[in-house]
């Protein structure tokens, strides 16, 4: 049976060598599995993320469990875990935490693998030796760098105050595990993106969520429990456009869709504050209090200017309940 990453090794030149690093490189790579996930067609997230997905996952407890991105997870009624040896071990998803957009999972049967420690990402430098791993062993291992460490603001209102940027691009980045010079998790890997340098030329990176985040939560998120109150939810798909926000698609069900939302519309203020990025949309969105407040808008749709009011939601009760395998 074939890996899930087959065709996606690292070139050789590019790959981390074991004698440079004073912990057992190969053993905490074999830490890192494939995931494969597979979600019910007519799921609330099957039409943004798809029914079936593919990503990675690390192993941070003795019992099988295994922190990922949430997006790799949610609403799933299937999730498998495969080591680089290709042993599939069916799992169950614990939690996902919005917020973070971290995930964990618990394996069904003993992995009987290595373990990653969480640790800290503000300890890294920009001239650390640092590891970007995907599932597969040393073949899915590249060597990294830090490139910035800055707020990221997603157009799914998701917004994280420090972010990692990582050079250079996984190939199968999401839920990939940064691993620092000491051989602890790091950071989490989410999305593909790119940087354009002080020369004008852009290349390919990844955003890693960093693993720091994980531990407060810990506890709730591996027992099913939500690690933090909800967040009101208007389910608005934004853009930054000279120094505004822009509605470019509404989430079908949600309260922005309700109310009749239109893609051109820009969001000029939020119970009176000028807006004009998506940080400042989530900050001031998410200070007015929890899912069901009342969220007052001034929109601008065409030459016309009016204020309207959404009641907000709690984005994960449009979430299918998590069940069993």
Do not use: C
């Amino acid at each position: 049976m074939s890996f899930p990453f087959d065709g996606l090794e690292v070139d050789e030149e590019l790959r981390p060598l074991a004698r440079l690093f004073d912990f057992d490189l190969i053993g905490a790579l074999s830490a890192v599995v494939a995931l494969e996930a597979r979600v019910p067609q007519d799921a609330h997230s099957a039409r943004s993320l798809g029914a079936e997905r593919i990503g990675n996952a690390t192993v941070i407890g003795p019992e099988g469990l295994a922190l990922t991105m949430g997006y790799l997870v949610m609403e799933a009624e299937q999730v498998t875990l495969i080591t680089a040896g290709g042993r599939r071990v069916d799992a169950h998803v614990l939690g996902v935490d919005q917020a973070t957009g971290l995930a964990l999972v618990h394996a069904l049967e003993p992995l009987n693998l290595p373990t990653l420690r969480i640790g800290d990402s503000h300890r890294l430098r920009g001239d650390d030796a640092i590891v970007s791993a995907g599932g597969g062993g040393p073949a899915h291992a590249l060597s990294s760098r830090l490139i910035a460490r800055a707020p990221f603001a997603g157009y799914w209102e998701y917004y994280l105050d420090e972010a990692l940027y990582v050079a250079p691009a996984h190939p199968h980045w999401s839920g990939s595990a940064l691993i620092g010079p000491s051989g602890e998790l790091v950071g989490v890997g989410s999305l593909f993106m790119e940087h354009r340098g002080e020369d004008g030329e852009t290349a390919p990176l990844n955003m890693f969520v960093p693993a720091e985040l994980l531990p407060p939560i810990l506890d709730d998120l591996s027992r099913g429990r939500p690690g933090r109150t909800p967040r009101p939810w208007l389910g608005l798909i934004s853009q930054e456009s000279q120094s505004r926000v822009v509605v470019a698609d509404v989430t079908p069900g949600g309260p922005a869709a309700r109310a009749e939302l239109r893609r051109g519309d820009v969001i000029h203020r939020i119970a009176g504050e000028p807006i004009t990025d998506l940080a400042g949309l989530y900050h001031r969105l998410w200070a007015l209090g929890p899912p069901g407040v009342t969220v007052p808008l001034t929109l601008q749709r065409g030459r016309e200017v009016f204020d309207m009011e959404i009641r907000s939601a709690d984005r994960t009760r449009m979430l299918r309940k998590q069940r069993l395998n």
